[in-house]
């Protein structure tokens, strides 16, 4: 994971249901430590279902209050990712964080 801008993050997600999933996060901003921007797509080239995300962090006293926002091209794009569970998905992910970061403190 190469957290810079123009930095790549390629990794395989793996769904029993769908099958695997590669993936490809290309950073476009790093704004240490308050925002990530970046792309979102298949490890492919001009991906039709490549997609923006920006990361918000922002200090509430001892925590930290993340913001996730994804753009879609389309609608369809958006309700595709959905229905292969990203939303519980990015759930369990956060949630993988905070339990990281508790046994950090």
Avoid: C
């Avoid at 999933?21 to 308050?34: G, K, L, M, S, W």
């Avoid at 926002?69 to 609608?75: A, D, E, I, L, P």
């Avoid at 369809?76 to 992910?93: C, F, L, P």
């Amino acid at each position: 994971m190469d957290v810079r801008p123009g930095g790549e993050w390629n990794y395989l997600m793996r769904h029993e249901k769908y099958g695997e999933f590669r993936n490809r996060i290309r950073y476009r901003q790093v704004v240490r430590p308050e925002r990530l921007q970046y792309t979102h797509d298949s490890g492919v080239d001009g991906d039709p279902s490549a997609f923006e995300v920006t990361v918000l962090f922002e200090m509430q006293g001892k925590k930290t209050k993340v913001t996730m926002r994804s753009v879609f091209r389309t609608v369809a794009e958006m309700e595709k990712v959905k229905g292969y569970g990203a939303i519980e998905g990015g759930i369990q992910t956060l949630e993988r964080l905070a339990n990281w970061l508790v046994d950090r403190t």
